[in-house]
């Protein structure tokens, strides 16, 4: 079973950076698609970002070009790297393993807030 545990959010200006990181337990990270959701205050969770597990991303057009998902399997860890920032992009912020195939349930984390301030 994994576990997820993101870390990373905070406050920030309109226009800064934020780096997320979500670190998961167990040894089949590397057999696990990943991805980053976020959900504004009143609204539906929204997917932001996927990596599958060979590294294929895809990403939101409201994202695009100002964020960038990777993963890093040695240490268990997938990141969402945040540019550029805007006051739309607050948000809590949810890492997502899913692995079609494997057998393994999809897991959640526990989400980190980003707020961006104008």
């Known amino acids: 079973q994994v576990q997820l545990v993101e870390s990373g959010g905070g406050l920030v200006q309109a226009g800064g950076s934020l780096r997320l990181s979500c670190a998961a337990s167990?040894?089949?990270?590397?057999?696990?698609?990943m991805a980053w959701y976020r959900q504004a205050p009143g609204k539906q969770r929204e997917l932001v970002a996927t990596i599958t597990s060979r590294g294929t991303t895809n990403y939101a057009d409201s994202v695009k070009g100002r964020f960038t998902i990777s993963r890093e399997n040695a240490k268990n860890t997938v990141y969402l790297q945040m540019n550029s920032l805007k006051p739309e992009d607050t948000a809590v912020y949810y890492c997502?393993?899913?692995?079609?195939?494997?057998?393994?349930?999809?897991?959640w984390g526990q989400g980190t807030l980003v707020t961006v301030s104008s």
């Open positions: 997502y393993a899913y692995g079609p195939g494997t057998g393994y349930p999809e897991v």
């Open positions: 167990g040894n089949i990270f590397s057999i696990m698609h």
